[in-house]
């Protein structure tokens, strides 16, 4: 049986702080490069359209001013990815793409001319909003990463008609963007047709592969090191423009090249996470035990590339129920294409099922805690798979005890204090849990002292740290003895930060080559030859041999909120998670993603909005003075906590990954308190003032 | 960003005369916004007048009994001057509203005063904007309006005033000092700010090269029962959606004096004068100060996205009158 573990006092101190807080941790775009120059990008003003000339005249004539790229002289590409093919075509296909770049001696200077570049476009309609009932939805061949479009078991709309009690409501999720603290950079350097880039990214391997791409190149002649990175939210999962307009740029004027991406720039080029409207429709018994399930989605992605989010995914394992379906529809509009942002599909659909489930509660007289314990699968809902650990009932439950939940009155719009409302809400989270195929190597010298190397990176989340725990652990050695180096795709490639698979992904690769080591080393008695020892690991295999189950974290998290009902303005004095996500590796750093998580779900409950502007088709609110994301002031009392949970099959560590799960139900659990503080039920996000205003 | 000269002067004299003679100059204050204009391409100086170090940075009793603010102190310092703080404390409370604890640092009275809106069209130079760029048109009227003005905007432009600190001088009557190519002279709150009209490029009544060289608060005892009440879309670091400044005088149960100022809502700090008379003698109930300020909206022109704030001022401002009145009473 599980057991709630007390978070531990953060013992665990990050490795690399002291150079974080002095300084003297380098990020992407402070590397120093010998004569260096900076690129500065211009932006299309319209939304849809052809270039017809760029005049760059003015540009040039500007001193210190070394090259304009246009679509007429900009080196040629092959990328696949239409969004990183840069001034490869006159095509425009949504307002601030990259139509031409200025490169210039300082970055002010290359910021001055691009001011001065002249775009003469012809400019086409552009259609940038999405609709219910747009006459471009289509359905696509599959859903990110590579799920069913649509899957359907029984007779949902049959079984909906005849169930005693229906929920049938459509929530919209608005655009939001990812917004990590640091910016997308690059600096890049050629030598000959090698290409060194030290990038902001979470996945160097992957990202020297397609950068390799992009530019012809053979994997092995593009390095990219990314020794700190602030942040990425899956907007740096892949490369971005940025490192392809330094690069290119390096190639054009034979010298390094800077490229920093203003806050505005990151609205258009760096993905972001799209709207959605979701329709849910749950039928049930009178007691709550849900007979058909269905969810049907409408998203969006750009003219240029289909990004088709999974959002409808997670209803297809959380709850048990005979007949199910899940539809996903898209339409291209001209807007920049959509990307990863922190658990993609799972962040804005489980906000429509987690509203929809309190509904149902509310439509049966039942406890919202009570009525997901009541529809708890005993195997994957869909496919019939076992769970290799599931323990949403023990978060559920766990939760109610530490928050405090028993014996809620669940009446909506009752408790007063002053000009408060206050209320309590509750919802599930969850998240795929994963590893992917990753290679480590574990060294050691005559003196004892341990190296493990391996292409993973830590964007902030404290993987550095976390690894080292690891491999000190695997080597039976006191950390001191170890030295982790990771940030660098000369070294063995691995997974990217992202997906929650970096630390599951990485911890196993470390693993295997320390055990590998370790044996080497007793198999010599400890003697260390003089050229020291080194063993190295490749997880293809082991992942591949994985048993088919169905793998997933959980969690459960409560809100309390309390609303002014003279302003509508919510605060959220209390904010618990309870996960269940395999072991927990160092608990100071799993706290810290976990509560980051759910703050950055807090933020998406309450403040983020991309607004689309249908005029110019651009996000007009494109900087962190318009697009609000949580202040220090908008968090109470948040607290996270886990149950100990034996992940059997995760390789060594077991770890299922805690990146992503925190977020995951917290604008639901948030959205659940307001309406049972106001008796509002907020079904479009953010909740916002205007809309508690009565 | 475009090259420009900077200079530092050592006495106002010489600062006006530089920018009032200069095409292209203006005064720097703390830079907050200024340089933010500057970045965005909004603002183009060719010359920057830093007038931090003139010596404007006392504050000083006046003879009168008020306050004589220097316009280049910083808003940390006034907020937390003891003065203001028991005679004035809606003063103190609007500065700590505003911004953050860095900006105010930096941010100066006579900048803060001067700020420009956040309108997001405004703001953008890639689009159209009156206020930017005379006769381009306003997008905002059909585009994002939903934190720009219900009252005193015009079909020209809806921008609102961003500042939390004038709105609390609007209310206290403030009085600003100016000097110009020309001479000293004083002129109240309400006339240095002007509606846009067909003119909304133009947000003040001062002529270039006038300099704000203080901010004069008379005295006004009942100031000390004040408060300032700030609505905003997360609990800190944004501007207001609504923000209210209030002053309540009441004797036997009947409002004696108020002041009463409103801010997100107009292009000016908004001095609700109609709220005001219509609460002189009157009972001081919830009843009668919402009856007030609703006759102050009754000339509320909202749009789509920003009609809730009708609603939203009425609560604000009968709350705060309410509460002044439960704490005097």
Excluded at chain 1, 402 to 413: E, L, N, T, V
Excluded at chain 1, 602 to 619: K, Q, R, T, V, W
Aim: glycine share 10%; proline share 7%.
């Amino acid at each position: 049986m599980t057991a709630l573990s007390t978070p531990q006092v953060p013992h665990a101190t990050r490795v690399d702080g002291p150079d974080k807080v002095t300084g003297r941790a380098r990020y992407a775009f402070e590397h120093p490069a010998d004569g260096a120059v900076y690129v500065w990008p211009v932006q299309s003003v319209i939304a849809k359209g052809e270039i017809r000339n760029v005049d760059a005249s003015a540009a040039l004539a500007l001193p210190g001013v070394l090259a304009v790229l246009t679509p007429d002289n900009a080196p040629r590409l092959s990328a696949d990815d239409p969004e990183l093919a840069l001034l490869q075509s006159r095509a425009v296909a949504y307002r601030g793409q990259f139509v031409a770049a200025v490169v210039a001696a300082s970055l002010e200077t290359a910021r001055e001319a691009a001011d001065l570049v002249r775009v003469d476009c012809v400019e086409s309609s552009h259609d940038v909003t999405l609709t219910p009932d747009h006459p471009g939805l289509y359905k696509p061949a599959k859903v990110n990463p590579n799920f069913p479009t649509d899957t359907e078991a029984g007779d949902p709309d049959g079984a909906f008609a005849a169930a005693p009690v229906r929920v049938d409501r459509t929530y919209r999720t608005p655009g939001e963007h990812n917004n990590p603290m640091e910016p997308h950079a690059s600096v890049a350097r050629w030598d000959g047709d090698h290409l060194t880039v030290f990038d902001a990214t979470q996945g160097p391997s992957r990202a020297a592969t397609i950068i390799a791409g992009v530019f012809g190149l053979p994997a092995d002649q593009v390095r990219v090191i990314a020794e700190h990175v602030g942040g990425g939210f899956g907007a740096k999962g892949t490369p971005r423009p940025n490192v392809i307009l330094a690069a290119m740029a390096a190639r054009a004027v034979g010298r390094p090249v800077k490229c920093a991406l203003s806050r505005q720039h990151m609205f258009a080029v760096v993905g972001h996470r799209a709207p959605s409207i979701q329709r849910v429709r749950l039928g049930a018994e009178e007691d709550g035990r849900i007979t058909a399930i269905a969810h049907d989605v409408i998203g969006q992605t750009s003219t240029i590339k289909e990004f088709a989010e999974q959002t409808a995914v997670a209803t297809r394992h959380m709850y048990a129920a005979p007949n199910r379906r899940t539809t996903h529809r898209m339409v291209r509009l001209d807007v920049p294409t959509p990307a990863w942002m922190r658990a993609p599909g799972e962040c804005p659909g489980m906000f429509a099922l987690e509203s929809a489930m309190d509904e149902l509660a509310i439509a049966c007289g039942a406890d919202p805690v009570e009525v997901r314990i009541r529809n708890e699968p005993a195997v994957e809902p869909e496919t019939g798979k076992p769970f290799s650990s599931r323990n949403l009932v023990a978060c559920l439950r766990e939760g109610a005890a530490w928050f405090g939940w028993a014996g809620r009155d669940p009446s909506p719009g009752t408790r007063r204090d002053g000009p408060w409302l206050t209320g309590t809400g509750v919802a599930a989270s969850t998240y795929p849990a994963r590893a992917m195929a990753s290679q480590a190597q574990a060294s050691v010298d005559t003196a004892g002292q341990y190296q493990v190397s391996i292409a993973a990176v830590d964007i902030g989340t404290g993987a550095r740290t976390a690894l080292l725990a690891i491999a000190a652990d695997a080597l039976g050695v006191p950390a001191g003895h170890v030295t982790v180096r990771i940030g660098d795709s000369a070294l063995p490639p691995a997974m990217i930060a992202g997906g929650s698979m970096g630390n599951a992904s990485w911890s196993w690769a470390v693993t295997d080559a320390c055990r590998e080591l370790r044996e080497q080393i007793r198999a010599r008695d400890g003697a260390i030859p003089p050229d020291g020892l080194s063993a190295r690991s490749a997880t293809g295999d082991e992942i591949g041999a994985l048993p088919d189950h169905a793998r997933y974290s959980f969690g459960a998290q409560f809100a309390e909120v309390r609303v002014d009902t003279d302003t509508g303005e919510v605060r959220v004095p209390r904010l618990l998670g309870v996960f269940a996500a395999g072991r927990i590796v160092v608990p100071a750093m799993a706290r810290s993603q976990l509560i980051g998580g759910m703050t950055m779900g807090l933020s998406m409950a309450l403040h983020e909005e991309s607004m689309i502007d249908p005029e110019f088709g651009d996000y007009p609110n494109h900087d962190l003075a318009s697009y609000h994301i949580a202040a220090n002031a908008d968090v109470g009392d948040i607290d996270a906590r886990w149950i100990d949970e034996d992940e059997p099959e995760l390789g060594p560590a077991g770890a299922k990954g805690i990146g992503e799960v925190g977020i995951v139900g917290t604008a639901a659990a948030i959205a659940n308190a307001v309406y049972h503080a106001t008796g509002i039920r907020v079904r479009e996000l953010p909740v916002r003032l205007d809309k508690l205003l009565r | 960003m475009q090259p420009f000269e900077y200079q530092q002067p050592s006495d106002a004299a010489g600062a006006v005369a530089t920018v009032a003679g200069t095409e292209g100059a203006v005064f720097l204050g703390g830079g907050t916004n200024l340089v933010d204009l500057m970045k965005l391409g909004v603002e183009t100086p060719d010359l920057l007048v830093d007038v931090t170090r003139l010596p404007m940075d006392g504050i000083q009793r006046t003879g009168e009994g008020g306050l004589r603010i220097g316009a280049g102190v910083r808003n940390s310092d006034l907020a937390v001057d003891p003065r203001v703080r028991a005679e004035y404390p809606v003063l103190s409370q609007a500065l700590l509203a505003g911004a953050s604890g860095q900006l105010r640092n930096m941010a100066t009275v006579g900048g803060n005063l001067l700020q420009r809106t956040r309108c997001l069209y405004f703001q953008d130079v890639t689009k159209p904007c009156n206020k930017r760029r005379p006769g381009s048109g306003c997008p905002a009227r059909t585009g994002d309006h939903r934190n720009l003005a219900i009252l005193g905007g015009s079909e020209h432009c809806i921008a609102t005033h961003p500042s939390d600190m004038a709105v609390a001088l609007a209310a206290l009557g403030a009085i600003v000092h100016v000097q110009g190519a020309t001479g000293a002279r004083t002129v109240g709150l309400d006339e240095l700010y002007r509606l846009p009209g067909d003119e909304p490029d133009r947000d003040t009544t001062l002529a270039r090269g006038d300099l704000i060289t203080a901010v004069e608060l008379p005295p006004l005892g009942f100031a000390r029962s004040s408060a300032y009440r700030k609505v905003r879309d997360r609990a800190s670091y944004a501007f207001a959606v609504t923000s209210v400044a209030a002053a309540l005088d009441v004797a036997g149960g009947q409002v004696r004096d108020v002041r009463l100022a409103i801010g997100a809502v107009a292009p000016v700090p908004w001095r609700a004068r109609r709220a005001e008379q219509a609460l002189l003698g009157r009972p001081a109930t919830a009843d009668a100060f919402r009856a007030a300020v609703d006759a102050e909206l009754a000339a509320a022109a909202p749009l789509r996205h920003n009609a809730f704030k009708v609603p939203l001022v009425s609560n604000v401002v009968t709350a705060v009158l309410s509460q002044l009145a439960g704490s005097t009473r």
